[in-house]
Structures are given as C-alpha cells and as structure tokens.
C-alpha cells in the first residue's frame, strides 16, 4: 500500500511554480559572464519574414560589413 506522501507526491502538478529560497543569494553573481557571452537583438516583426534566424541576419551583416570595407577603403 503506498504511503501517504508518495500519494501526494504523484499527484502535484510538476509545472507548478514552487517556493524558492533566495535567502543565500548573491546579487549579479553571474552578470559579467552573461554580458559577455550574450548578444540579443530584436528583429523587427516586418522583417521576420527576411531575417528567420540568427544564420540569415548573420549572413546580411557580413556582406554589409564586407561592402562597408570597401567603400572605406575607396575613399582613403
């Protein structure tokens, strides 16, 4: 016969949120690290469409940074 607290254990929802004990925290512990390694930008919705993923607006920024080159160099 199960017990009693492995009835209620099977019968709590695992999505539901659950207390967290932030007593031991520390402030922006780990902020430098995901500042430095974390690039997020916003793609406007009208351009969803052309920009799908980060590989196609990668691939636009590299052949406008590579068009930018050039003209720079032109121009000195």
Not at 23 to 28: D, I, L, T
């Amino acid at each position: 016969m199960p017990t009693k607290s492995s009835k209620t254990v099977s019968k709590r929802d695992p999505l539901a949120p659950r207390p967290l004990d932030f007593s031991k925290a520390v402030r922006g512990k780990y902020y430098k690290q995901v500042q430095e390694g974390t690039n997020v930008v916003l793609i406007a919705p009208d351009l969803l469409d052309t920009f799908p993923d980060s590989e196609a607006v990668n691939k636009a920024l590299r052949g406008l940074k590579e068009i930018a080159e050039r003209t720079r160099k032109r121009a000195s």
